[in-house]
């Protein structure tokens, strides 16, 4: 019943007076509890072609423009362009959870093996399902490259795009998927068929999705990595916005690179998304859901993102998110010329950012920073064009909530911008050792392509291991995992032996600093952090009281240093003085009765 009276209150407001007043290519039902679109008709509308050519796509046949194939009519599609074209070849690279293959379609003048002299640009598309525009853009520029004209594209560049990462959650799909989206009028579901969003796996590389596509990565080496999403959160004038980290002199372990996108890329683009009729933006985030002047941020430079991943493996990565409450044809579009413009500029430029890539990739810096968080300080003041909006009191929620009113605010807002700090400096080893028994972490290491050295016998080392001081475990879990945290760490040499098939895993090599942040237990992006090495903190063996307090007994007597630390401790923590289990527990932990790897981090660090 509850059901039936909801998707009749939808269905009201589908069909009451203020329809008449939705964008042209509205869904049929979904816009009126949405804030309305301000009116738009770019330049980049010619790029459509007639639902009546043998080759538009389900997107271009829709009246509305507001239809987004399912994962089999895409494939279809895509087969046919391959067999009607030598510049188009599909590649499957993986096979999702529910057993579907995982395709890329590579546009190209090589063959099946590319000039290694052409940048390589990729588009990933859908890796929230959703957000899925990427996917029918690329098949309209495809197409065009295919048989309308656009191949001088691939003269010195070649394309990978993704069409669907997320194939599962793809399927996943309905009308009522992302409620605070406009189109596409169908929606796959944000996570994948395991409720993993793969847009938080890119250090850890938990799911079959994101092994895939990070082995293409490795296989093909793309020049620009490109990461297409669309937004949620507050309203505003810009339909495409897109980021990187290191935009405007931030902190960023790819300098050279993001120096490159800062100078080169995002003025070509910002022109050519002007010039067919779109407004480019920075990619940023509202800071309060209730004003929407108090200011802007970044959103993190976390490494679990796409854009955090790729400064810190030095594969120029940008972010792209459309903004929501754009019309479907709107982003679309917008994503069209953003991925032409991408190959115009990589055609260019490509070798200047091949260079600066190199510069990056040789960088070994001694200390990383690492965990950050938002700065509480603002960088800057920015120039932002808003839209209107007022407050009214919502009976629902009881307070005041916004209502966007769909008209550009004539004034530029002048607001904070916000940036991210790190709080935490990791020193840089010569290498890790990760022991034999942890083949499932070395799989992940090999997966990110990072090099290592098997060894293939017992090996004895003098290392440095370390020893964690109170961690804390997560009350709920993320991403399918319990994190785990701890701030301070203990380092303790010892000669250890390593047995056969562990590895050694230096860090002068271009991604050392993804081998620090992924095995440095104080990281927030470390397999500890993220729960895969928890057995650290189970405690085997214990003694009884009856067993320990005779022999605590024994220990003082016969030690005076000993009694002397024991007593200071007692007269500085009362807490501790007034606990016999803890007194008794002090001393187990002295006698060689107490469990020697307990909350011994089984990585050594090679100094």
Same mark, same amino acid.
């Given at each position: 019943?509850?059901?039936t009276?909801?998707?009749?209150?939808?269905?009201a407001?589908a069909?009451?007076?203020?329809?008449?007043?939705?964008t042209?290519n509205?869904?049929?039902?979904?816009?009126e509890?949405?804030p309305?679109?301000?009116?738009?008709?770019?330049?980049?509308?010619?790029?459509?072609?007639?639902?009546?050519?043998?080759?538009?796509t389900?997107?271009?046949?829709?009246?509305?423009?507001?239809?987004?194939?399912?994962?089999?009519?895409?494939?279809?599609?895509? /087969?046919?362009?391959?067999?009607?074209?030598?510049?188009?070849?599909?590649?499957?690279?993986?096979?999702?959870?529910?057993?579907?293959?995982?395709?890329?379609?590579?546009?190209?003048?090589?063959?099946?093996?590319?000039?290694?002299?052409?940048?390589?640009?990729?588009?990933?598309?859908?890796?929230?399902?959703?957000?899925?525009?990427?996917?029918?853009?690329?098949?309209m520029?495809?197409? /065009?490259?295919?048989?309308?004209?656009?191949?001088?594209?691939?003269?010195?560049v070649?394309?990978?795009?993704?069409?669907?990462?997320?194939?599962?959650?793809?399927?996943r799909?309905?009308a009522?998927?992302?409620?605070?989206q406009?189109?596409p009028?169908?929606?796959?579901?944000?996570?994948t068929?395991?409720?993993q969003?793969?847009?938080?796996?890119?250090? &850890?590389?938990d799911?079959?999705?994101?092994?895939?596509?990070?082995?293409?990565?490795? &296989?093909?080496?793309?020049?620009?990595?490109?990461?297409v999403?669309?937004?949620?959160?507050?309203?505003?004038?810009?339909?495409?916005?897109?980021?990187?980290?290191?935009?405007?002199g931030?902190?960023?372990?790819?300098?050279?690179?993001?120096?490159?996108?800062?100078?080169?890329?995002?003025?070509?683009?910002?022109?050519?998304?002007e010039? =067919?009729?779109?407004?480019?933006?920075?990619?940023?985030?509202?800071?309060?859901?209730?004003?929407?002047?108090?200011g802007?941020?970044?959103?993190?430079?976390?490494?679990?993102?796409?854009n955090?991943w790729g400064?810190?493996?030095?594969?120029?990565?940008?972010?792209?998110?459309?903004?929501?409450?754009k019309?479907?044809?709107?982003?679309?579009?917008?994503?069209?010329?953003?991925?032409?413009?991408?190959?115009r500029?990589?055609?260019?430029?490509?070798g200047?950012?091949?260079?600066?890539?190199?510069?990056d990739?040789?960088?070994?810096?001694?200390?990383?920073?690492?965990?950050?968080?938002?700065?509480?300080?603002?960088?800057?003041?920015?120039?932002?064009?808003?839209?209107?909006?007022?407050?009214?009191?919502?009976?629902?929620s009881?307070?005041d909530?916004?209502r966007w009113?769909?008209?550009?605010?004539?004034?530029?807002?002048?607001?904070?911008?916000y940036?991210?700090?790190p709080?935490?400096?990791?020193?840089?080893?010569?290498?890790?050792?990760?022991?034999a028994? =942890?083949?499932?972490?070395?799989?992940?290491?090999?997966?990110?392509g990072?090099?290592?050295?098997?060894?293939?016998?017992?090996?004895?080392?003098s290392? /440095?291991?370390?020893?964690l001081?109170?961690?804390?475990? %997560?009350?709920r879990?993320?991403?399918?995992?319990?994190?785990?945290?701890? &701030?301070?760490?203990?380092?303790?040499?010892?000669?250890?032996?390593?047995? %056969?098939?562990?590895?050694?895993v230096p860090?002068?090599?271009?991604?050392?600093?993804?081998?620090?942040?992924l095995?440095?237990?104080?990281?927030?992006?470390?397999?500890?952090?993220?729960g895969?090495?928890?057995?650290?903190?189970?405690r085997?063996?214990?003694?009884?009281?009856? %067993?320990?307090?005779?022999?605590?007994?024994?220990?003082?007597? %016969?030690d005076?240093?000993?009694?002397?630390?024991?007593?200071?401790?007692?007269?500085?923590?009362?807490?501790?003085a007034?606990?016999?289990?803890a007194?008794?527990?002090?001393?187990?932990?002295?006698?060689?009765?107490?469990?020697?790897?307990?909350?011994?981090?089984?990585?050594a660090?090679?100094?």
């Amino acid at each position: 019943m509850r059901l039936t009276l909801l998707l009749a209150a939808v269905a009201a407001l589908a069909s009451g007076p203020a329809m008449s007043q939705s964008t042209p290519n509205a869904a049929p039902w979904d816009q009126e509890f949405l804030p309305p679109a301000p009116a738009w008709n770019g330049a980049s509308r010619a790029l459509i072609r007639a639902a009546s050519d043998p080759w538009a796509t389900d997107f271009e046949k829709d009246p509305e423009l507001n239809f987004s194939p399912d994962y089999a009519a895409t494939r279809a599609w895509f /087969d046919r362009l391959d067999a009607s074209s030598d510049l188009i070849r599909i590649e499957q690279f993986g096979t999702s959870p529910e057993g579907r293959p995982i395709y890329a379609v590579i546009a190209s003048k090589d063959g099946g093996t590319f000039d290694p002299a052409k940048p390589v640009l990729m588009i990933q598309a859908g890796i929230h399902p959703g957000e899925i525009d990427g996917k029918d853009a690329g098949m309209m520029l495809l197409r /065009d490259v295919a048989h309308y004209g656009k191949d001088d594209l691939l003269d010195r560049v070649n394309l990978i795009l993704i069409p669907i990462l997320s194939v599962d959650g793809h399927e996943r799909a309905s009308a009522y998927s992302r409620p605070n989206q406009r189109g596409p009028r169908i929606q796959g579901w944000r996570n994948t068929a395991t409720n993993q969003n793969l847009n938080r796996d890119y250090m &850890k590389l938990d799911q079959a999705e994101m092994r895939a596509v990070r082995e293409l990565i490795v &296989k093909y080496r793309p020049d620009l990595y490109v990461d297409v999403h669309v937004t949620d959160g507050m309203d505003y004038q810009y339909d495409v916005t897109f980021g990187f980290n290191g935009e405007n002199g931030a902190f960023t372990r790819s300098p050279a690179s993001s120096g490159w996108l800062d100078a080169t890329f995002k003025p070509a683009m910002y022109a050519a998304l002007e010039g =067919r009729g779109h407004i480019p933006g920075e990619l940023v985030f509202g800071v309060d859901d209730g004003n929407p002047k108090a200011g802007l941020s970044d959103g993190g430079l976390g490494e679990r993102f796409s854009n955090g991943w790729g400064a810190a493996a030095h594969v120029p990565t940008i972010l792209i998110e459309n903004h929501s409450l754009k019309p479907y044809d709107q982003r679309v579009l917008g994503t069209y010329v953003f991925i032409e413009t991408a190959l115009r500029v990589l055609a260019t430029d490509g070798g200047d950012l091949r260079a600066a890539i190199r510069s990056d990739e040789a960088l070994r810096p001694a200390q990383i920073a690492a965990n950050f968080e938002p700065d509480p300080t603002p960088q800057r003041t920015v120039a932002f064009k808003g839209i209107r909006y007022e407050t009214y009191r919502s009976e629902a929620s009881g307070r005041d909530e916004i209502r966007w009113l769909g008209e550009p605010d004539p004034e530029v807002w002048q607001v904070p911008f916000y940036g991210s700090r790190p709080t935490l400096t990791l020193a840089r080893p010569e290498a890790y050792w990760v022991p034999a028994h =942890r083949r499932d972490l070395i799989e992940r290491l090999a997966i990110h392509g990072v090099r290592m050295e098997r060894i293939e016998a017992s090996r004895t080392v003098s290392v /440095d291991m370390l020893r964690l001081v109170d961690p804390t475990t %997560a009350t709920r879990t993320n991403e399918g995992h319990v994190a785990n945290a701890v &701030k301070t760490v203990e380092v303790e040499r010892r000669d250890w032996t390593f047995p %056969a098939g562990s590895v050694r895993v230096p860090t002068d090599q271009p991604l050392g600093d993804v081998v620090v942040l992924l095995l440095e237990p104080q990281s927030s992006e470390s397999f500890f952090a993220w729960g895969l090495i928890s057995e650290v903190l189970n405690r085997v063996e214990y003694i009884e009281g009856y %067993a320990i307090a005779p022999l605590a007994d024994r220990m003082l007597a %016969a030690d005076p240093a000993l009694r002397a630390e024991f007593e200071a401790k007692l007269a500085a923590e009362p807490e501790f003085a007034a606990n016999g289990d803890a007194r008794l527990q002090w001393f187990y932990e002295r006698t060689p009765f107490h469990d020697d790897r307990y909350r011994l981090y089984p990585i050594a660090r090679e100094p």
